[in-house]
């Protein structure tokens, strides 16, 4: 019944942004940490960013200070605010509800950020 689904996600050149969003149904973000993650071509899925429980968030180190994770709950939605995108930054952005025992995944957002 969870479903994330994620938008936003585009071309754009070195040092421009981008704002993804995830619209969530079917899950509450009460009793879940609500993150993001990307996978880039030949790497592994990794962490760009999420927030706890307490409502604290933390990021990977190679998009602190650019990117931003927020939620509005109300709305049941996730976005991530990237500033100053890199050429690294290309990847598959997914969406990710993490609850106890288990996650929800969204189908992804391509980003390629390229001149």
């Known amino acids: 019944q969870a479903r994330l689904v994620e938008s936003g996600g585009g071309l754009v050149q070195p040092g421009e942004s981008l704002r993804l969003s995830c619209a969530a149904s079917?899950?509450?973000?009460?009793?879940?940490?609500m993150g993001w993650y990307r996978q880039a071509p030949g790497k592994q899925r990794e962490l760009v960013a999420d927030?706890?429980?307490?409502?604290?968030?933390n990021y990977a180190d190679s998009v602190k200070g650019r990117f931003t994770i927020s939620s509005d709950n109300r709305k049941n939605t996730l976005y991530l605010q990237m500033n100053s995108l890199k050429p690294e930054d290309t990847a598959v952005y997914y969406c990710n509800g993490k609850g106890p025992g288990y996650s929800y995944w969204g189908q992804g957002t391509q980003v390629t950020v390229s001149s």
């Open positions: 079917g899950i509450m973000f009460r009793g879940h940490i």
């Open positions: 927030i706890t429980n307490s409502g604290g968030t």
